[in-house]
């Protein structure tokens, strides 16, 4: 890995202010102890440090969702999600909730909030 490469790449998430989606194909990053949100765009949606981050999974998407609170504002992120499309058959999206559990455990590991 090259210094200009993040350390942490979360891709195909999907990103969402409550029942509003803000990125189908978004992006988390976790760099130099800083969270970043992207947009489908790869355009800045929000960040900030880590230690000011807090986040728990959401229980009632069985832990496939990460909520975050970033700079007081709430997001739902789904990492790999956006990656199935709309048609993901029950028990085929293992991956997002190992993935979300990592961000999770990411946040943590950087001084933030989790439950």
């Known amino acids: 890995m090259t210094s200009a490469e993040p350390e942490y790449v979360f891709d195909q998430v999907q990103i969402g202010k409550g029942l509003k989606p803000v990125a189908q194909h978004g992006y988390v990053i976790v760099d130099k102890g800083t969270l970043t949100l992207l947009g489908s765009d790869q355009q800045p949606i929000d960040s900030s440090p880590l230690p000011q981050v807090a986040g728990n999974l959401v229980r009632f998407t069985r832990g496939k969702t990460v909520a975050l609170t970033v700079n007081g504002t709430k997001y739902n992120v789904s ?8 048609f993901v058959l029950p028990g085929d999206s293992e991956h997002v909730k190992t993935a979300a ?11 933030g909030r989790t439950s």
């Open 79 to 86: 990492p790999g999600w956006g990656a199935r499309g709309i």
């Open 101 to 111: 559990e990592a961000l999770l455990k990411l946040v943590a590991a950087g001084g």
